[in-house]
């Protein structure tokens, strides 16, 4: 089964910026869609941002303008970079597979604070 490790959260001002790692096993990340998700206590999990073995990426319209999801085919890396937080960014981010998601991760906390 395919790991997939997140890194690069933390404690930031609102305004700030943060690049987020998901760190795979395999290449297969470089061919399926990959997707960052998010969860806020006592919320569900969503997806806020996709990328197509291609390249073409897709975003919640919360996070548009602000967030950019990439990839490092090279490093079997995909990232997430935010821009702009706000304190409704707070979560738990992961990143998984999304048509056929894996076993969900630690993910890495991201705390905005106004």
């Known amino acids: 089964q395919v790991q997939l490790v997140e890194s690069g959260g933390g404690l930031v001002q609102a305004g700030g910026s943060l690049r987020l790692s998901c760190a795979a096993s395999?290449?297969?990340?470089?061919?399926?869609?990959m997707g960052w998700y998010r969860q806020a206590p006592g919320k569900q999990r969503e997806l806020v941002a996709s990328?197509?073995?291609?390249?073409?990426?897709s975003y919640a319209d919360s996070v548009k303008g602000r967030f950019t999801i990439s990839r490092d085919g090279a490093k079997n890396t995909v990232y997430l970079q935010m821009n702009s937080l706000k304190p409704e960014d707070t979560g738990v981010y992961y990143c998984?597979?999304?048509?056929?998601?894996?076993?969900w991760g630690q993910g890495t906390q991201v705390t905005v604070s106004s």
């Open positions: 998984n597979f999304v048509n056929r998601p894996t076993n």
């Open positions: 990328i197509r073995g291609g390249g073409s990426a």
């Open positions: 395999s290449v297969i990340v470089n061919i399926y869609v």
